[in-house]
């Protein structure tokens, strides 16, 4: 146990992060512990890296959104269903599955293009509409 300032710090327990800098442990004053450093953690459920790379972070969330549609498939082919209640849906479950931590993220292209992809399955199983059917996504949206 390491005390300084009234802060307790279990130095068994504690690892530290940082972006960009070079691997190395933190020695504490007169040799009190060793802090070790990690090259990922996850924080609030969101996984960071060393090297600040977010697409393992999104590819997961768009696949768990991709899950979530599917495991609704049933609720979005359903005629009783109205559309008013799939947009809540997909806000309510799929949207929020697949934005958590999105405000940390730093985009690509690609990434967006993935992201948008997945929106753009929900809306067609919503609407009913196959990929096969050939219909362009700004009309379906």
Known sequence: MYELWGLKLNVKKTKYMAIG???R?????DG????????????????ITRDGNYEPEINDRINRGRA???KLNSVLWDRD???KTKTH???AIVKSKI???AETWCLKAKTVAKLNSTEMD???CSARISRKDKIRNNIIK
């Open 81 to 83: 269903v109205t559309p």
């Open 68 to 70: 979530a549609i599917t």
């Open 21 to 23: 800098d070079t691997l």
């Open 99 to 101: 934005k958590y931590a």
């Open 122 to 124: 929900f809306w067609r």
């Open 89 to 91: 849906v997909y806000h």
């Open 32 to 47: 009190k512990g060793i802090i070790s450093h990690v090259n990922k953690y996850t924080y609030l459920g969101v996984r």
């Open 25 to 29: 442990d933190l020695q504490l004053e």
